[in-house]
């Protein structure tokens, strides 16, 4: 049976899903974090490194970790580009914490840096972790970016990355690139019924309807 551990690294969160010994590890977060995460992979067998999206607060250990871990990097290919710029898909928010978070967001994204990676395994709607001994399956969330994606854990759990928040409170992304598709995905989210909500940002809840129908 599966398990999900969060490891809080400030306000963003990677997570290690494992069962028995063997284990794969969602997003880096930020670089000040690496030893923190590198120590809690340590109990397991990691055997793939899975990135929600590009941004940077999510794959900033991206290189570190896949090296010190030995395991290779998955993601989505539609988020290529954010390896190279990460500004290179446009960001919007509407609400006034939105707003807030959207300024931070851009300065950081545009100035920070993180080592560059090259993702070997490329993950699409619909694919399953199996090859690496977990039950978990892919799940397409564009919105936030255009290579979003979550993992549907067991049935159990969904890790969402950015696809949703709970920054402040629980909602739908406050930023993203295209909002009717982020709101899509939301939706089909709210629809998949019972699950704990593993998020990018704050702590875990239960699933809910997050769009209004």
């Known amino acids: ?14 997570y290690i899903v494992s069962n028995g010994e063997n284990a794969v590890l969602v997003d880096t977060c930020r670089e000040k974090y690496r030893d923190r ?34 395991v290779p990097i998955a993601m989505s290919k539609a988020d290529l580009e954010l390896i190279d710029n990460n500004i ?24 920070e840096k993180f080592t560059k990676f090259t993702p070997t395994v490329f993950l699409n709607e619909g694919d399953t972790l199996e090859p690496y001994g977990i039950n978990a399956k892919v799940l397409a ?11 549907d854990v067991g049935g159990k759990f969904l890790i969402v990355g950015d696809a949703l928040m709970n920054m402040f409170y629980p909602t739908v992304s406050m930023l993203y690139h295209d909002k009717e598709v982020m709101l899509k995905s939301a939706e089909r989210i709210g629809d998949l019924g019972e699950r704990a909500i593993y998020f990018g940002h704050g702590k875990p809840l239960s699933n809910r309807a997050w769009v209004k129908k």
């Open 141 to 151: 969330v564009p919105g936030h970016t255009d290579g979003s994606i979550a993992l």
């Open 88 to 111: 290179a898909q446009s960001l919007e928010a509407e609400s006034f914490m939105g707003k807030i978070v959207l300024a931070v967001s851009i300065k950081s994204l545009s100035t």
């Open 37 to 70: 995460i590198l120590n809690a992979c340590k109990p397991y067998n990691i055997r793939l490194l899975i990135l929600t999206h590009g941004h940077l607060d999510h794959v900033q250990n991206a290189a570190f970790l896949a090296k010190e871990l030995n």
């Open 1 to 14: 049976m599966e398990n999900v551990q969060r490891i809080k690294c400030g306000n963003g969160n990677c």
